[in-house]
């Protein structure tokens, strides 16, 4: 079983910068490709980034530019910077780790959720 745990959300005024951490408690964690997802207010939930477990690395076109995704296996947390914010990047995030058995389907674990407000 993985378990992502997200944090590092909060109020922040445009312009400004948060770091947004996704970790896992698990063995297999270097197996596992992460996504940042996100939900804003009234909308569906949409990719932001992602990382595989080769470190390639890919943006939605609202993130690029403004945001990096990177991993640290030996501390089991893929990292989401996230600067120059806007209001529109207001929403919650969500940390989305799968993993790919041998012999099924790949399997998919979501995190809670961390809230990111853009506002002044």
């Known amino acids: 079983q993985v378990q992502p745990v997200e944090s590092g959300g909060g109020l922040v005024q445009p312009g400004g910068s948060l770091r947004l951490s996704c970790a896992a408690e698990t063995l297999i964690f270097a197996a596992l490709d992460i996504k940042w997802y996100r939900q804003p207010p009234g909308k569906g939930r949409e990719l932001v980034a992602e990382i595989d477990i080769d470190g390639k690395t890919n943006y939605a076109d609202s993130a690029k530019g403004r945001f990096t995704i990177t991993r640290v296996n030996a501390e089991n947390t893929v990292y989401l910077q996230m600067n120059t914010l806007k209001p529109e990047d207001t929403a919650v995030y969500y940390c989305?780790?799968?993993?790919?058995?041998?012999?099924?389907?790949?399997?998919?674990?979501w995190g809670q959720g961390t809230q990111v407000t853009v506002s002044s």
């Open positions: 989305n780790a799968r993993r790919f058995p041998r012999s099924t389907s790949p399997l998919d674990y």
